[in-house]
Every structure is written in C-alpha cells, then in structure tokens.
C-alpha cells in the first residue's frame, strides 16, 4: 500500500527542528527534541505534533504510550492522526487497542478514509482478532469501502491468515481491481493453508491475466513447487525472473535452490548453490534437505558439516534423513550433538527423534524426550502425542502407551490404530479387539491400517474365529475392500493356526496376484507346523518373485532341518553358494545408559567382549541346573550336537542378553530389538533367564513381542 503522504504545512514553523526529529534514532532523544519544543513555543504546531507522534507509532524504537499522551494533548486531530495511531497499534498486532481508537474516532465525528481499514486489518495476528476482523469487514461494507483495492488487498491478507480461503476468494474474485499484491495475498494463503496445487493454479491464472510478478510472486509459486514436487512448474517459474527482468536476492535463490533439491535435482541445485555469491542457514538447509530426501545422507552430512551456523530445521533435516535410510543410531548421534549445541527442537524435531527411538527400542532415550517435552512445554499435538504412543509401543512399554493414549484430549484414527498395533504386537490381542470396538462406538471410522492391526492382534492371539469375521466385515459393514497386506494376515492367521490348506484357499481366491510376503506368510506357517511339501509351493512362487531373496532359501531350509532332512538342508546350501546368496546376519541391539549397543551371531567386536563370554559360560551351567536344554532342531549345519550347541550360544540375542545381565541392576528390564524371527532355542534360553535370574527380558523380533518374566513369555509360544 502506498505510503501515507504527510499533514499539509499549515503554519509557519522552525524549519531547523525537522531535521533533528528525522535524525531521530530513540526515544531518549526524541523526549529531548520534544522538550526542546516545549520550551522554545513549538509543541503547538500541528505538524510537530503529527510528527513526534508518527515517531513513536512508526518507527522500531517507539513508544505507543508515550504516543498515547502525545495524542491525547491534541486538541483536534484530523484523520491522518488517527490512522497513525491505529497503525502504531497495528504494527504491535494490538487489534482490541486498534479497535478501541477506530469506536472512539467515529464517536468523535471523524470519518474513517482510505487507509484506515488497512491499518486495523492489518493489526489482527495470527491467533487472536479475527472476530473483530470480521466485524472491520462488516464496517467496510457499511461504509462503501469495500471497492478499494487497498481495503480488499487487506482484507484477503486478513482471511488468508486464518486460513479462511474461501472467504478470501469470495473477496479476491469481487475486487474491482486486482494489483500483484492481491495476486500474492491469495499464493501465500493458499500455501499457508497447504493447498498447494490452488497456489500454483492463482499463478497461472495470474499469467493469464497478464501480471506481471514480483520477487514475492515466484517466492511462493516456488514454495508450492518444492512442496509438489513439481519440476516442470518450477523450471517454468525459474524462466520467469528473466522474462521479467527480475533481479536476483537471496530469498530468491533459497527458493530456487529448494525447489530444484526437492525435486530431486541435485545437480542443478549444487550448481546454483556454488554460483551464489552469499548463502544463509537456509541455503545450507535446502542442500541438506535436498541430499537427505534423495537418499543421499552422506553428502547430506557433508554440507551439514560445512555449515557455518545451523537452525533447528537444518538439526532436523538432518535427523530425517538418517530416519530415512534406516540409520538410526546416527539419528539419535545428530540429536545429541544438536542438545550439546543448545539449539532448541520443536515438536516436529521431538516426532523425529521419538521414530528412531521406536526402530531401535531406546525406551531410555524416549523416555527422557518425554520428560524434555513436559518440562520445556512443547505442545503436546495429536501427531506428537501418536509418535509417543508409538515409542513406547515399540519399546515394550504397552503400559505407559496406554497412559498416553487415555490422556490425549484429541485423538485420530492413527492414536486408535497406533494403540491397537501396539497392543497387538505386545500379546494383548483382546485388548486390542476391546479397544478397537471402542473406536467404532467413538464413531472413528477405521481406515486400512486399522484393520491389518486388528487382524494382527487375532494372529498373535491364535483367535482365528474371531480373525475370520472381522475380515468379512470389512467390506460389508466398513466398506473397505482388503488389499495385499489383509490377505497376507488372513494366511499369516491361518497357517500359524495350521489351517494351512484354508490359507492356501485364500491365496489363490485373492483378486490380485500374491506378492512374497503373501507366500513368505504361508512358508512361516510351514515352518511352524513342518509340512515341507507345501513349503516347496510357497519358496517355487517366491523365488518367482524374488529370485535372489535370500531369506526364501534359509526359510525352506529350516523347514527341512526340522524335518531331519540334511539331504535337503545341504542342496539348499549348495545351491546359495552356487547363486553368491547369503543369510542375513541375526543382528540384536540393546540400550545400556542410553546408548545402543549392537550384536551379531559370534560377534567379538564388542570392548566387553571378554566379559560377555565369560557370563555366557556361567548362564549355560547355571540355566543347565535349572532344567534348560539347548534346542539344535534349527541349527542348519548337519553336524555333532557339540557343534550345534556351541553355535546357537552364539546367537546374538544370547550376547546381548549376557551384556545386559553384567551391564545392569539385579531388577533391571532387559530390552531387546532383533532384526530376525526369534529361533526356538534363543526363545527358551529368555524363558529360563526370566526365572532363574528374577529378570524381565523383553525381545522385539521381525513380527512381535516377547515378554519374558518368571519363565513364561507373553506369546504363549505361539510366534
């Protein structure tokens, strides 16, 4: 909006005391000016007084109660007073002070002009004033001003800012006269409100209306695009500074620079960042964010690195992009050097944190994040309140989810799934049958994720019936048609319960074509059960699939190990070396004083190792006592018991397992994550220990929970 001109010059005044009041830095100095014109008769002139008022309203360093009292020694301000005022409090974002001066100005009998309604528009922030916003609007059409491009452009900003676009483009469409800044106010809330495809359309509406953009237009088209992911838009938008003779900025280049990098395009992004001749945090972040997001954490961390000062988001960036290529224990590494930093996170960094937390089951960790977010007042949103539950689901704590669950004061699908899941994977299937009836009396309808964690929970639980029409109600009653991932429970259901013919029912009745996981719930229930012949039907479909899955071989292998058939068990192994295919190494991490340490099968890398061993030892003699034996059924090698024996001791949750026991209190939780299925010995060994050193072990593998305590687990040896 076009600047205010000043009040006509209507009597002669000292021409020498304006240059001072310009010079005019503080509110120390313009007191002495204004002393000064007390004493030599000045203060009376009008266009002294509007100016040391404009000072206090206008300027950085001024003082609206001190304007106030200037104010108030005017015996008949005109309106370009008033409007002063107003707009003092407009730039302090006081809307009720603003509005107070706007009902005592018409009581006075001054007519609001043109530029009264920006100024009291623009006093409304966002969060507060917006029903006094509309109640300026009602004044505007009261008055007849609502034909003015000043108090429309206004007016769209306002709504935009409260996310009332429809409103806006009610405004927006009736304006008499549309400049760029009405054209910008509506990309902006668009993208505020995260509509992002309606700001680019405005764009090309714009164009097609012929105006002309400014820095600020291609700003926020360039935004939308990074947010899209759309390069062609953006490439589009990056001719137009040209077209337009637009110089260059740094804002300018930061969105040029995001755009390509979210679009993937990192050549051209390194390119442009390397022609800039100043970059900002947010040049680094872009780079950073951009590397992250293609899966290139390393060279994300090379410009991390480089960074000469870092924000939270770029903290952040970098923590999502280790989450992103599974790299958690690096995520959890650049979180504490962002705390030794003393860069603050935000809710979005805690929900980052509190994911690597989850995959690594650092309940420690994600147990402190919490306290961090009490004590620092970190809003506790929905999203935030759902990653927690999902920390502590993941974590073993099904307890304290539970007590995040119940006191969530908003709750989505994703907290009543989120809950469900974790009841489900932590073997309370009833619980999460109960819970999940809960939400259909809440009236929260279930969505596809919710019911593969129902049909979890009736897998882990053994509750087939139960499994059996919850499926058929999906589509009958919830109007969800199931997908792969629903077939692949309803098998995983069936051939665990060794229904194993119904399962292979359900395969070939699916609409669509089985993928491997589908066959690879099929072989699990095989396994289970020992039906090799089957399982030859499962692994000939999967290889089909996946020919160079390796896990399919040691799938079939240990189904014919169970079997005693070691003719099989050792073409298999021939076979995998023929083909360069080896198992995937059993690999177990465990928390200890918030930090994890990581295990694999005979692993000696470890700085206690030595330690570790020696307590292996006097665990098998001391759980031999109590009745343990070592199961070898699954052991692949054709060899002497002996060898056997030594082998599956050998395993990695039974070292991390000897880690926590010298590691920890004598009643301390023993938590670990394993990234393979739990063999049936490591599943009875934790049984024994349960009982025999009075300790809880708590095992995550590939499909659930083991909760191990007084010599029972959780899963009822059903897994």
């Known amino acids: 909006m076009a600047s205010l001109s000043s009040p006509t010059n209507t009597t002669n ?54 304007a106030r009292g200037l104010f108030a020694a005017v015996p008949d ?34 007519k609001p002009d043109d530029y009264t309604f920006p100024f009291l528009l623009k006093s409304i922030a966002p969060g507060i004033g917006f029903n006094l916003g509309r109640e300026f609007h009602g004044q505007i059409l009261k008055l007849g001003f609502d034909s003015n491009v000043f108090v429309q452009n206004a007016l769209i900003h306002m709504y935009a800012l409260f996310g009332e676009m429809g409103v806006a483009r009610q405004v927006f ?4 006269k549309r400049d760029v800044v009405s054209w910008n106010a509506m990309i902006s809330g668009y993208n505020k409100v995260k509509r992002f495809e309606e700001a680019v359309r405005v764009f090309v509406e714009m164009e097609r209306e ?23 838009m953006g490439k589009r938008v990056h001719l137009r500074v040209a077209d337009y003779d637009i110089e260059l900025n740094l804002i300018l280049e930061n969105a040029l620079v995001d755009m390509y990098a979210a679009c993937g395009e990192m050549g051209v992004a390194v ?18 964010t951009g590397f992250a997001n293609a899966g290139q954490v390393d060279q994300a961390r090379e410009y991390f690195d480089e960074m000469p000062e870092r924000d939270k988001v770029s903290w952040t960036a970098m923590t999502d992009g280790y989450l992103r290529a599974s790299r958690f224990k690096e995520a959890l590494d650049v979180f504490r050097e962002m705390q030794g930093s003393n860069i603050r996170p935000d809710g979005y960094t805690m929900v980052s944190i509190l994911r690597a937390c989850a995959h690594l089951g650092a309940l420690e960790v994600g147990e402190w994040i919490r306290c961090y977010i009490d004590k620092n007042k970190i809003r506790r949103d929905v999203v935030l309140g759902n990653a927690l539950i999902d920390m502590y689901s993941k974590c073993g704590n099904v307890e304290s989810a539970r007590k995040i669950f119940e006191q969530m004061v908003q709750k989505d699908k994703f907290s009543w799934t989120a809950m469900i899941v974790g009841l489900a994977v932590n073997g309370h299937g009833e619980e999460a049958l109960d819970l999940f009836t809960d939400m259909l009396e809440a009236s929260i309808a279930p969505d596809d994720v919710t019911f593969i964690g129902v049909l979890s929970a009736c897998t882990h639980g053994g509750m087939v019936e139960k499994g059996r029409r919850i499926f058929s109600k999906m589509t009958i009653r919830h109007g969800i048609e199931p997908n792969m991932a629903h077939y692949g429970c309803m098998v995983d259901l069936l051939g665990r319960a060794g229904h194993l013919k119904e399962a292979q029912e359900v395969i070939q009745n699916m609409p669509m074509k089985p993928n491997s996981i589908v066959w690879g719930a099929l072989l699990g229930g095989c396994r289970i059960h020992k039906n090799a012949e089957v399982a030859e039907i499962a692994v000939k479909k999967m290889l089909e699939l996946e020919p160079e899955n390796g896990s399919v071989y040691v799938l079939l292998s240990n189904v014919y190990a169970a079997c005693n058939r070691w003719k099989d068990v050792h073409k298999i192994r021939d076979l995998m070396m023929v083909k360069g295919i080896k198992k995937i190494p059993g690999c177990s991490l465990i928390e200890m004083n918030g930090a994890i340490h990581e295990f694999v099968a005979g692993d000696v890398s470890h700085s206690q190792s030595a330690q570790i061993y020696s307590k292996l030892e006097e665990m098998a003699q ?16 054709d060899i002497g018991e002996e060898e056997k024996e030594t082998a599956i001791y050998q395993h990695s949750e039974k070292l991390a397992i000897a880690f926590g026991l010298i590691s920890s209190g004598p009643k301390a939780t023993i938590r670990i994550v394993k990234n393979l299925r739990m063999c049936n010995d490591c599943h009875r ?19 659930r929970f083991h909760h191990f305590r007084h010599g029972s687990c959780s899963c009822k040896d059903y897994w």
Request: hydrophobic share 40%; glycine share 4%; proline share 5%.
């Open 77 to 110: 301000p005109n309106v370009y007073v008033w409007n002063t005022m107003i707009r003092g409090h407009s730039r302090r974002n006081s809307p009720i002070n603003a509005a107070s001066l706007y009902v005592e100005m018409l009581e006075k009998g001054v």
């Open 173 to 176: 469409d009736k304006c008499s």
């Open 271 to 288: 390119e442009m960042f390397r022609n800039m001749n100043v970059r900002d945090v947010i040049t680094w972040t872009a780079m950073v």
């Open 210 to 232: 012929r105006i002309g953009p400014t820095a600020v237009t291609l700003v926020s088209v360039l935004s939308a695009c990074a947010k899209l992911k759309d390069l062609e």
């Open 622 to 637: 001391d759980l031999k006592v109590a009745g343990y034996r070592p199961d070898t059924s699954e052991v692949l090698l």
């Open 13 to 66: 005044s000292p021409d020498p005391t304006f240059p001072s009041l310009e010079n005019c830095q503080s509110m120390t100095h313009l007191k002495q000016i204004h002393s000064q014109f007390i004493i030599n008769g000045a203060i009376n002139n009008p266009v002294v007084q509007t100016r040391l008022i404009a000072f206090c309203c206008t300027h950085n360093a001024g003082d609206m109660d001190y």
């Open 685 to 703: 060994m934790a049984k024994s220990v349960s009982r025999v050193y009075n300790r809880e072990v708590i095992v995550r593998d590939r499909t």
